[in-house]
Nanobody
Framework: HVQLVESGGGLVQPGESLRLSCAAS????????MGWYRQGPGKEREVVAT???????SVEDSVRGRFIISRDIAKNTLYLQMYNLKPEDTAVYYC?????????WGQGTQVTVSS
């Protein structure tokens, strides 16, 4: 079964940048839609950005213009480039792979934005 492993989280100050990575243990981009989700303190998990099978991105309004989702097919890796981070972006960020009969989650990586 394919596994997803996130990395790249950390503690940054407001206005700084981070790039999250999600390494898949197999070639799944041609069968799974991919996405980044986050869950902030005391909040429900929410979608941040998604990438369909054709590589077309969709980004939530709250992060549009600051976050970019992309993938490297050769490396089986999904990325989330985050610019101009804000305290409200503080959350555990999860990588997700989904298709009609299966869904896979990574373990999550913590992003903390604080001065």
């Amino acid at each position: 079964h394919v596994q997803l492993v996130e990395s790249g989280g950390g503690l940054v100050q407001p206005g700084e940048s981070l790039r999250l990575s999600c390494a898949a243990s197999g070639n799944i981009f041609n069968t799974y839609g991919m996405g980044w989700y986050r869950q902030g303190p005391g909040k429900e998990r929410e979608v941040v950005a998604t990438l369909d099978l054709d590589g077309h991105p969709s980004v939530e309004d709250s992060v549009r213009g600051r976050f970019i989702i992309s993938r490297d097919i050769a490396k089986n890796t999904l990325y989330l480039q985050m610019y101009n981070l804000k305290p409200e972006d503080t959350a555990v960020y999860y990588c997700n792979a989904a298709k009609w009969d299966d869904e896979i989650w990574g373990q999550g990586t913590q992003v903390t934005v604080s001065s």
